[in-house]
């Protein structure tokens, strides 16, 4: 175990006088709450199933290489500035964060390739180069992607929405940003060229949405991209979470690894502490789960302690998709390969809809490949690259068998990598392994191995997604992606967030 997580043993008596937090799982979300809560007073307790702290941002280190598991984009810095400063400390001591260019390089099936970026006059020459005529749609575009995020960032991004009258009260501005309409139509409404249309409207597929029926509030995404630019971790992810360990163990809280809940204990209609697998009870004043918001209620809080999130609503609720992730390091490198890369199939719309409407896995994909190395040459031995390569699938509703699928699928990928980007990629691969939607699930606890919570429809966004105050068990939070206001980085952070406004200070509830 890590020196910076906790030795003593979980049932091991305490004189602390501080109120006790107990946080469930240790992605972003819930290592940020952790750091808010101990600057609110309590004293601190995060409880991890994997062998190391993270989450969907575990860390795997094999033959030399290190691979970070899932979030690679970093975007909005300033969320994890503030949790440094909450410490009295800066993230640079700890953390490099270093500007990515291009944000993506985007290659479509006929070889085109388009640079996106954070520069207002490079992004009008690629657009020129595709379709001089979208030039003036695309300024459009942008000014109603700000207008959104003003709103939907700035305004309503750590609103708790614990009443409908919360949601009352944002409708109208909703309404009058076009929220109805899905991103995909948003950037049809100002774009003519379908490729364009293609690379302005990939971003829900970030946060586990469909272009065609994700609210256009998520072309927010894109504003914010260009308002904080796009950032990679030195040192990769990783780096991060164990900075946030850090400060979680300077406030005097711990994070303890192999300890998987599997009881929210409830006396009364409220929270009281959790039941480890291991039958070890630990007792809390609130709890605060980072586990999949539907997995929360649906196997750690008892049938009869929900009104709300009953059984019946959490399987009729709409799931986003899955990852199937390919971890692979080459004996070669790669230097003409960008950071990000996303190469796009020969369908778009109808590749959306088998993943997310048919549930039907398809023969043909497009992926996201990421090349650390590209920025930090530490992650992989000298004179080799490091990669991760995701394709977008559907959640276990599909009924694929992955344990017989998966490795077909994987040499499906390699050879479509070999033959576009990637030349000769079968002889140069020295260390690999994967991830399908069955290890989200049985790995991740993730509800139908769903890679980012419930799929970010306007049904299933603010009000209506799992509040970070539950609605059924009093001194229970959420955070992370289930909750709100969704999943991405900056929305997990924000989640966290919310609970400066939705829990007590440790001082007053002791009163």
């Known amino acids: 175990m890590s020196m910076l997580l906790a030795d003593a043993p979980l049932d091991a008596p305490t004189t602390a006088p501080r109120l006790h937090a107990v946080v469930i799982g240790s992605g972003f979300g819930g290592l940020a709450a952790a750091v808010r809560l101990g600057a609110r007073g309590y004293r601190v307790t995060v409880l991890e199933k994997l062998d190391a702290p993270g989450g969907r941002a ?24 503030e949790l440094w400063a909450l410490c009295g400390r800066r993230l640079s001591d700890d953390v490099e964060l270093r500007p990515i260019t291009p944000f993506y390089r985007i290659r479509f099936d006929d070889g085109a390739e388009f640079n996106y970026t954070g520069d207002p006059a490079a992004m009008r020459a690629e657009i020129a180069r595709f379709c001089p005529a979208d030039v003036a749609g695309y300024e459009r575009f942008m000014a109603a992607s700000e207008a959104i995020f003003r709103v939907g960032f700035e305004q309503l991004g750590d609103v708790p929405f614990d009443s409908w009258t919360d949601m009352a009260r944002v409708v ?26 293609v690379v302005l409207s990939f971003h829900p ?18 504003f914010l991209e260009r308002r904080w630019g796009v950032h990679f971790a030195m040192g990769g992810t990783g780096a991060l979470v164990t900075g946030l360990v850090d400060l979680i163990c300077g406030q005097g809280g711990a994070v303890h690894c192999n300890s998987e809940v599997a009881e929210i204990t409830v006396d009364q209609g409220a929270a009281t502490g959790v039941r480890l697998q291991s039958g070890v009870v630990i007792p809390a004043d609130i709890v605060v789960s980072n586990a999949d918001s539907a997995w929360t209620y649906r196997h750690l809080v008892a049938a009869e302690h929900r009104r709300r999130w009953t059984d019946r609503r959490i399987e009729r609720a709409r799931y986003s998709m899955s990852l199937f992730v390919w971890y692979f390091g080459t004996r070669r490198q790669y230097p003409d390969v960008a950071h990000h890369t996303i190469l796009l ?38 004179g080799c690259d ?46 690999q392994r994967v991830m399908t939607p069955q290890d989200f699930h049985d790995r991740l606890l993730s509800y139908r191995g769903a890679a980012f919570g419930m799929e970010p ?12 105050r539950s609605e059924d068990v009093d001194r229970l939070f959420l955070v992370g992606a289930g909750t709100h206001p969704g999943a991405g980085l900056p929305g997990v952070l924000c989640s966290a967030r919310v609970l400066d406004t939705v829990v007590p200070h440790a001082s007053a509830l002791a009163r």
């Open 457 to 468: 429809i306007l049904t299933q966004s603010a009000w209506f997604r799992p509040h970070n």
């Open 172 to 197: 109208p501005d909703l309404l009058r940003l076009g929220s109805l309409s899905s991103v995909f139509q948003l950037v049809a409404k100002h774009i003519r060229d379908p490729r364009l249309r």
């Open 386 to 431: 490091a990669f991760y390569v995701l394709s977008p699938v559907p959640h276990l509703a599909s009924g694929t068998d992955w344990a017989a699928t998966a490795e077909t699928y994987r040499q499906s990928i390699a050879c479509a990598l070999s033959e576009t980007i990637l030349p000769g990629l079968e002889n140069e691969i020295v260390s």
């Open 58 to 81: 575990y860390v795997f280190r094999q033959d030399g290489f290190t691979f970070d598991g899932g979030p690679t984009i970093v975007t909005a810095p300033f969320l994890l500035e």
């Open 205 to 222: 597929l970030l946060v586990g949405g469909n272009p065609f029926s994700a609210s256009s509030i998520y072309a927010l995404i894109a």
């Open 345 to 382: 199939g020969p369908r778009y719309r109808e590749l959306l809809q088998d993943i997310f409407k048919r549930h039907h896995l398809a023969d043909d994909f497009s992926l996201y490949l990421h090349r650390p190395t590209a920025t930090d040459s530490t992650l992989a031995p000298p």
